[in-house]
C-alpha cells in the first residue's frame, strides 16, 4: 500500500491523466506485480524477448520509440540502451520510481505524453461521449527506426470506459481509439512492434468466460507470438476467481 500511495502523491502525469485514473491504475498495477510477481514474471520475459529480437530492425541512425513505458516493467531497457540512437520511451504518466530508474540509461530518454490525444478534450467537455477522438493516434510519425506498442493497446479506452465496456456508446469509443492507435503504428513509416492483450479469460472452477479486450479483426493478421499472462491468479481478484490475459505480439508497418 505504501508503494502505490508513494506513486499516486508523485507521479508525474499529462494534463488530465490524474482526473481520469490512470495514476491511481498505475498505482494498481504496481501493487498487483508486487503480490504476483512470480506470476507475472512469463509475461513480462516474453514481452522482452520478442523487443530484444526485433530491435535489429530499426536503423541504427534512428531512435526507438516506445509507446505505453509505464513502470518499465516489460522492456528491455538494457538492449533499448544499447541500440546505437537510443530510445525514446512515452506515457501520460511518470513515476518517480521510472524516473530514478532511467537515470541508469544515458540513451535513454521520456516524454510524457497522452498516445491517444483525447484525455484533455474529454475532461474537458460537458457532453464528453458526444466527442469523436482522432482518427489517427497523435503519436510521432517520422524519424524513428522502430515504434514500439507495449501492452497498452487494450489499456487505452480505460480512462473514458469501463472494461468490458458497458454500453453501445464506450464499445464505440473503444473501437475507436484502438483503431486509431493501429493507424499511426502502421503510418511510421518504419517497422513497428505491437504487443497486446486480446482476450480476457475469466476462470471459476470448471466454466471460463472468455471476453475480448481488443476487437480481432483490428489486428493484422495472425501474430508472430502468442502467450498467456495470468494477470490475477485465483484469489488476486476474489476467492476461487482466476483471470488469465490471451496476449499476442505483431510486426507491422514498413
Not at 520478442?50 to 516506445?66: G, R, S
Not at 506498442?149 to 456508446?169: R, T, V, Y
Not at 472452477?205 to 471476453?211: A, E, K, L, R, T
Amino acid at each position: 500500500m505504501l508503494e502505490e500511495l508513494y506513486i499516486s502523491l508523485t507521479a508525474k502525469t499529462v494534463p488530465g491523466a490524474r482526473e481520469v485514473g490512470l495514476v491511481r491504475e498505475l498505482a494498481g498495477i504496481a501493487g498487483r506485480h508486487r503480490r504476483q510477481k512470480r506470476a507475472w514474471a512469463a509475461h513480462l520475459q516474453h514481452t522482452k524477448e520478442f523487443i530484444t529480437a526485433h530491435l535489429h530492425e530499426a536503423e541504427a541512425a534512428e531512435p526507438v520509440l516506445v509507446l505505453g513505458a509505464g513502470l518499465c516493467l516489460d522492456l528491455p531497457l538494457d538492449a533499448l540502451d544499447a541500440h546505437l540512437a537510443g530510445a525514446l520511451l512515452v506515457d501520460a504518466v511518470l513515476p518517480r520510481r521510472t524516473a530514478a530508474l532511467l537515470k541508469r540509461y544515458e540513451n535513454i530518454d521520456f516524454e510524457l505524453a497522452d498516445a491517444t490525444g483525447f484525455i484533455a478534450e474529454f475532461t474537458a467537455a460537458d457532453d464528453p461521449y458526444g466527442l469523436t477522438p482522432p482518427q489517427v493516434a497523435p503519436v510521432p510519425l517520422a524519424g524513428y527506426g522502430l515504434a514500439v506498442s507495449a501492452n497498452i493497446l487494450s489499456q487505452l479506452a480505460l480512462p473514458f470506459a469501463s472494461s468490458p465496456p458497458l454500453n453501445d456508446a464506450e464499445n464505440e469509443l473503444t473501437i475507436r481509439l484502438q483503431k486509431a492507435h493501429i493507424r499511426a503504428l502502421m503510418a511510421m513509416g518504419c517497422p513497428a512492434l505491437l504487443i497486446t492483450d486480446y482476450e480476457r479469460v475469466e476462470q471459476h472452477g470448471d466454466n471460463n468466460h472468455v471476453i475480448k479486450s481488443v476487437d480481432t479483426s483490428l489486428l493484422p493478421g495472425e501474430p508472430l507470438e502468442k502467450w498467456q499472462w495470468h494477470i490475477a491468479p485465483e484469489g488476486e481478484v476474489e476467492r476461487g476467481r482466476a483471470v488469465t490475459l490471451n496476449v499476442g505480439a505483431w510486426l507491422v508497418g514498413k
